[in-house]
């Protein structure tokens, strides 16, 4: 089974690098994705958008009903894990479970029973397995704002550095990520709900639909930014290039919850009970 | 010895009221990465990293500050900027001499490796995670654990690596935190 | 200087080939992380010297950095990930 | 002021060789992580020495902070590193993987 594999893989492998014989030279100018639409873009994106990073402009601007769409995907794929994974129907345990932080001696409590007030060295725990790590906790207290200072930057920079919507959404992402990772999923969903992360990953969606047809509403085409100007007092040419910001932030939005809801499901099988 | 070990274990929920100098703090110093990063001085920059330094800092100021810690701030991080030079001269030895045994011949018998058990007399969550990865970064010596009382578990290369500590390290660092 | 560069870059390449050795073949799943984070940290490396041939350092500072923070990341999530595995002992026994 | 980047370089890179030829040689997986916790690390830390001083030599604005901003990695890594190591470690610990010693090879 094995070697059938193998001669499949190899079979297939070998019918790509056949395929790739009759493509263009690369870096060839005469080639057909060279002398279409590109030139265009090289020439005329400084003019049209004010924007250094073409790829930032084609993706954003125009290009942008592609991106919007990409961002839909993003949205369902959230969506169908909720729906494939998540059981709605919870079964409430009757008992709860404390660790002491020290000693590592867990207390199971029934139902009805109570810690002593003062026991301020327990905490409470998810299921009996659950690691305490002192170097881990600390260092994710540490590193986790600077993270998210970054994943910020990565956002706003879209215009000029290899940056945008998608990756600072995903470093937005794994910085919450890293919360849940280094403490528990209990106090991970004490600082950003299930709710909260629904209501974001649709608001991600619904900034950037919006703004297209706040286009529409402005007069001009879906998503063509340069109508904005009158909103944002600024000439149309600035106004593509805010535009552009403002849908980046919609997609960093939606990514981030997205990534959220992922980790979430993915990690406690739907149960929302026990993390990583 | 326990409570005020634990004081700062559990992140407040954020409910719970915070006082505002750990959030300007904060801000601040979101501010110094962000204009080290952006290192684009006009007025659109700069208002979008405030926006975003505000967003982390009402995200995570209770996460890098917890309010007691706020005083004798300064002189704790110059002490520890003081630290820096010698750790850095320890991780070069350190370096030295994994690579020696590395490409050492007979490295299987030059290796012992072994876990040392330890009692550390660091009290604070902060000093103990410097102390642990101080460790971990010098030679031959890893942490295995740590529990909140400071017991450690090291895993050791072989035995002179192991031999010295706790040591002099716990000194330099017990000094940085003042405890 | 440029040819330098080049050179450190594809030696690194070579010796990635190396830990790459330890990600394919370790006898353990843990084995496997340790040469995928050692894999990860020459990455970083490699990637600031990518941005110093093509003289855009500016540019490639930034993926490094996000590289190091998801690699980071990722070592952490999969080493909680197989702590669940209690039959790692087991697995060097099979082979 | 070449030389210097020069030999910043090749040290980075006998650290990372030797990082890379630890994890291979060392008898087991407790011991392969000294030599990939230690060694990448300080590896990396000579690496971006010299890539921060070849950046800052046409002094500029722009070109002082690249460099900060490689200085800055290395930060994160120095904070990350250990952190990643012991998680590893941990892992082994917990799934209950026991240290190669001496002892047991001469039973």
């Known amino acids: 089974m094995k070697w059938f594999g193998f001669i499949a893989v190899f079979l297939c492998g070998s019918l790509f690098i056949y395929g790739t014989v009759e493509f263009p030279g690369w870096g060839d100018p005469l080639s057909p994705t060279s002398t279409h639409v590109s030139p265009y873009y090289i020439e005329k994106t400084m003019e049209d958008t004010s924007v250094p990073n073409i790829v930032t402009a084609v993706l954003a601007d125009y290009r942008g009903y592609d991106t919007m769409f990409e961002t839909a995907v993003i949205f369902s794929a959230g969506i169908a894990c909720l729906f494939l994974l998540r059981q709605m129907k919870r079964k409430k345990t009757d008992f709860r479970l404390y660790r002491h932080t020290a000693t590592g001696i867990t207390f199971r409590i029934e139902k009805g029973g109570k810690l002593p007030p003062t026991a301020k060295e327990f905490e409470r725990i998810d299921g009996l397995w659950t690691p305490y790590d002192l170097i881990i906790k600390t260092t994710g207290r540490f590193i986790i704002p600077f993270i998210q200072i970054f994943a910020l930057y990565v956002i706003a920079h879209g215009h000029h550095s290899p940056g945008g919507g998608f990756q600072g959404g995903v470093i937005l992402g794994a910085s919450f990520v890293l919360f849940a990772i280094s403490h528990d999923l209990r106090s991970a969903l004490n600082r950003m709900s299930e709710k909260l992360t629904a209501f974001f990953y649709t608001l991600g969606v619904y900034i950037y639909a919006g703004t297209g047809a706040l286009c529409i509403l402005l007069g001009a085409n879906f998503l063509d930014y340069s109508a904005l100007a009158t909103i944002l007092f600024v000439d149309p040419v600035t106004a593509r290039s805010h535009g552009i910001l403002i849908v980046e932030i919609g997609v960093g939005i939606a990514v981030m919850a997205v990534m959220v809801i992922l980790y979430y499901n993915l990690v406690s099988a739907g149960k929302f009970d026990e993390g990583l | ?179 | 200087m440029d040819n330098l560069f080049l050179y450190f870059g594809i030696f690194l390449s070579l010796i990635m080939g190396l830990s790459l050795y330890r990600a394919l073949f370790g006898p353990t799943v843990l084995d496997r992380m340790v040469g995928v984070n050692a894999i990860g940290s020459k990455t970083t490396a490699l990637l600031v010297v990518i941005g110093l041939l093509y003289h855009r350092v500016n540019m490639f500072v930034d993926i490094a950095l996000a590289y190091a923070m998801l690699n980071f990341i990722a070592v952490l999530a999969s080493s909680r990930y197989f702590q669940k595995k209690k039959n790692l002992h087991e697995e060097i026994g099979r082979k | 002021m070449n030389i210097i980047v020069i030999i910043f370089l090749v040290l980075g890179l006998i650290f990372f060789t030797g990082g890379s030829v630890g994890i291979i040689r060392f008898p087991d997986f407790y011991s392969r992580l000294h030599p990939a916790g230690k060694l990448d690390t300080t590896g990396l830390l000579m690496t971006m020495l010299a890539a921060a001083l070849y950046t800052i030599q046409d002094f500029s604005t722009e070109s002082l902070l690249t460099g900060l901003k490689i200085m800055l990695i290395v930060v994160f890594v120095f904070i990350t590193g250990p952190t990643a190591t012991h998680a590893i470690v941990d892992a082994g610990i917990r799934a209950g993987l026991r240290p190669w010693t001496k002892k047991e090879k001469a039973d």
């Open chain 2, 1 to 179: 010895m326990g409570s005020s070990a634990l004081k700062h274990n559990s992140p407040k929920s954020p409910r719970q009221t915070r006082s505002i100098a750990p959030f300007l703090l904060t801000f601040f110093i979101l501010f110094g990465i962000w204009l080290l990063l952006s290192g684009r001085f006009d007025g659109l920059h700069i208002s979008l990293g405030v926006i975003s330094c505000l967003i982390v800092a009402f995200l995570s100021s209770d996460l890098l500050f917890t309010s007691s810690e706020t005083k004798g701030m300064t002189v704790t991080w110059l002490r520890f900027l003081r630290y820096i030079p010698w750790l850095l001269h320890q991780v070069f030895l350190a370096n030295i001499h994994v690579l020696y045994l590395t490409f050492h011949p007979r490295m299987m018998d030059l290796i012992d490796p072994e876990i040392i058990r330890f009692r550390s007399k660091l009290k604070s969550n902060i000093s103990l995670l410097t102390f642990a990865n101080s460790i971990t970064l010098t030679p031959g010596t890893i942490t295995v654990y740590v529990s909140v009382y400071g017991d450690f578990q090291v895993h050791a290369i072989d035995k002179p690596s192991g031999r010295p500590l706790p040591g002099e390290m716990e000194e330099r660092v017990g000094r940085i935190f003042s405890e």
